[in-house]
């Protein structure tokens, strides 16, 4: 029985830091879509992205001066933003004057 009580204090200690990931907020944290180039759905929304984007391209250059030896595909770069992104494209909607020509 003591054993089991031992285990406590473990699951607290390996638990703490993903609920305090998620106490942020009243939402969980959606997980970064490689559609939208890692970026969360509200970096997206919010207009944050591109500041992102900057920010990771800066951090790639600066490591990139530091180590070059280690980009073994030259400059390292974040790639651009999509225009849209779509799980379901809306079909084409056509209005009732399309139909009558």
């Known amino acids: ?4 009580w ?3 204090p473990d699951a607290v200690r390996i638990a703490r830091p993903v609920l305090r ?5 009243n939402a969980p944290r959606l997980p970064d879509h490689t559609g939208l180039n890692l970026m969360t759905p509200a970096m997206v929304h919010y207009g944050l992205a ?3 984007r900057d920010q990771r391209n800066r951090v790639l250059q600066t490591a990139y001066t530091a180590h070059p030896e280690r980009f073994v595909r ?7 933003l999509p225009r849209e992104v779509w799980i379901n494209q809306p079909c084409e909607v056509f ?3 399309d139909n009558a020509q």
């Not at 029985?1 to 089991?4: A, D, G, I, L, T």
């Not at 990931?21 to 907020?25: F, H, M, P, T, V």
Request: glycine share 16%; with cysteine.
């Open 95 to 97: 209005s009732a004057t």
């Open 1 to 4: 029985m003591c054993r089991v």
């Open 6 to 8: 031992l285990l406590e």
């Open 50 to 52: 591109e500041t992102v």
């Open 74 to 80: 030259g400059v390292p770069t974040v790639p651009d």
């Open 21 to 25: 990931g998620l106490g942020g907020s």
